[in-house]
């Protein structure tokens, strides 16, 4: 008996312990599908107007590795023009989606938009977040959550150039600098348009568990995708806005940079050279196809800009494992993000890579 009052009590001290050193640590907690589901639901937002390519494509990507069932919504049946290159095929409307999952979704992303007030996402949103969905935001698509409300009184971040204003705008959200990605309960927001990468790791690591999000990490070149983050490292100074203004008043013609996609390709190794080509302001970028459609590894419908011929004078970027003539060919999903800002300096200089590094918030700026 003696032994029991001994043994019964450490016991439940260590259990307490080990609990504590779990959240310490940053346990992830699961996300598990509602009921009646097999997978995890993940409606990935977009405006059909335009919609932030990376903070787009990159959650698709990683939430489908991760074994959830990731759908494009947008408010419309029709093509997504994504921001600043690139277009899709959503895979339903919000009124399918609804339709297809009266619950809602488990997991709702919502990118940067063009309009962060049209009036039919924001109702969308708040009707999801009413059926208990997990609200996520990447970039400036705090703008677009903050516009409905369902952020005051939590803390959130978002790209580090819109701090100030976003301060202004929803005083009811406390904003928070220098974090990779903010978690507020059931809302979640992540810092610049490069981030959607570690934020979306985190929740893969809430699906799959952190093995699974080991692996898919490893694909893409990420070894820590914690919410560390110096925000305060990153600024538009006197060099940036002297590399804008040059580039704009000075970078004529324009550079047509496309990338190559055959079907099977990963969302996030396409969403990269995007971003970064059509960024420089000395280059537009598009993506570069056989045929008018693409889909990729995960069923997403990618729509070509340009199909057979390569037009004059373009520069076309060829992913991981693809083959075929091209100015750059990138080397693995794991160093595709350095290789397109080597290729971008090489090609338009120093000062326009970092530019473009620093519009993503990418880490590449912070030295």
Same mark, same amino acid.
């Given at each position: 008996?003696?032994? !029991?009052?001994?043994?019964?009590?450490?016991?439940?001290?260590?259990?307490?312990?080990?609990?504590?050193?779990?959240?310490?640590?940053?346990?992830?907690?699961?996300?598990? *599908?509602?009921?009646?589901?097999?997978?995890?639901?993940?409606?990935?937002?977009?405006?059909?107007?335009?919609?932030?390519?990376?903070?787009?494509?990159?959650?698709?990507?990683?939430?489908?590795?991760?074994?959830?069932?990731?759908?494009?919504?947008?408010?419309?049946?029709?093509?997504?023009?994504?921001?600043?290159?690139?277009?899709?095929?959503p895979d339903q409307d919000f009124a399918g989606f609804d339709a297809a999952y009266?619950?809602?979704?488990?997991?709702?992303?919502? *990118?940067?938009?063009?309009?962060?007030?049209?009036?039919?996402?924001?109702?969308?949103?708040?009707?999801?977040?009413?059926?208990?969905?997990?609200?996520?935001?990447?970039?400036?698509?705090?703008?677009?959550?903050?516009?409905?409300?369902l952020l005051d009184g939590r803390r959130a971040t978002g790209h580090f150039y819109?701090?100030?204003?976003?301060e202004a705008d929803f005083e009811a959200v406390q904003w928070q600098r220098n974090?990779?990605?903010?978690?507020?309960?059931?809302?979640?927001?992540?810092?610049?348009?490069?981030?959607?990468?570690?934020?979306?790791?985190?929740?893969?690591?809430?699906?799959?568990?952190?093995?699974?999000?080991?692996?898919?990490?490893?694909?893409?070149?990420?070894?820590?995708?914690?919410?560390?983050?110096?925000?305060?490292?990153?600024?538009?100074?006197?060099?940036?806005?002297?590399?804008?203004?040059?580039?704009?008043?000075?970078?004529?013609?324009?550079? !047509?940079?496309?990338?190559?996609?055959?079907?099977?390709?990963?969302?996030?190794?396409?969403?990269?050279?995007?971003?970064?080509?059509?960024?420089?302001?000395?280059?537009?970028?598009?993506?570069?196809?056989?045929?008018?459609?693409?889909?990729?590894?995960?069923?997403?419908?990618?729509?070509?800009?340009?199909?057979?011929?390569?037009?004059?004078?373009?520069?076309?970027?060829?992913?991981?494992?693809?083959?075929?003539?091209?100015?750059?060919?990138?080397?693995?999903?794991?160093?595709?993000?350095?290789?397109?800002?080597?290729?971008?300096?090489?090609?338009?200089?120093?000062?326009?890579?970092?530019?473009?590094?620093? !519009?993503?918030?990418?880490?590449?700026?912070?030295?």
């Amino acid at each position: 008996m003696r032994a !029991q009052n001994i043994v019964l009590p450490f016991a439940f001290f260590l259990l307490i312990g080990l609990m504590i050193a779990a959240t310490a640590a940053g346990a992830a907690t699961p996300i598990e *599908p509602k009921p009646g589901r097999e997978r995890v639901v993940v409606a990935v937002t977009a405006l059909n107007e335009g919609t932030e390519v990376t903070d787009f494509l990159v959650p698709y990507g990683i939430l489908s590795e991760a074994g959830a069932k990731a759908v494009a919504v947008a408010p419309e049946a029709a093509p997504v023009a994504l921001w600043p290159a690139g277009r899709i095929r959503p895979d339903q409307d919000f009124a399918g989606f609804d339709a297809a999952y009266p619950q809602g979704a488990d997991i709702v992303i919502v *990118p940067a938009m063009i309009d962060p007030e049209d009036a039919a996402v924001r109702g969308w949103l708040k009707a999801q977040a009413a059926k208990g969905a997990l609200m996520v935001s990447i970039c400036e698509g705090a703008r677009v959550l903050a516009g409905t409300g369902l952020l005051d009184g939590r803390r959130a971040t978002g790209h580090f150039y819109e701090h100030d204003g976003r301060e202004a705008d929803f005083e009811a959200v406390q904003w928070q600098r220098n974090a990779r990605y903010v978690v507020d309960g059931d809302r979640i927001s992540s810092a610049g348009v490069s981030a959607s990468l570690p934020v979306s790791l985190m929740l893969a690591e809430r699906i799959a568990g952190r093995a699974r999000a080991e692996e898919i990490a490893a694909r893409y070149g990420v070894s820590d995708w914690s919410a560390a983050h110096n925000s305060d490292a990153f600024g538009i100074g006197a060099g940036e806005m002297a590399t804008a203004l040059k580039n704009l008043i000075l970078g004529w013609p324009r550079a !047509q940079v496309l990338v190559a996609a055959e079907d099977g390709v990963s969302e996030v190794d396409v969403a990269f050279p995007l971003d970064f080509a059509a960024r420089s302001w000395r280059s537009s970028a598009g993506l570069f196809a056989e045929k008018s459609d693409v889909t990729t590894r995960n069923g997403l419908t990618l729509l070509a800009d340009e199909t057979g011929t390569l037009p004059e004078g373009a520069h076309m970027v060829r992913l991981p494992g693809d083959e075929g003539e091209a100015d750059v060919t990138l080397g693995s999903s794991a160093t595709l993000r350095e290789d397109m800002l080597a290729w971008i300096e090489t090609r338009f200089g120093e000062g326009t890579a970092r530019f473009v590094a620093i !519009q993503l918030e990418y880490p590449v700026a912070a030295d």
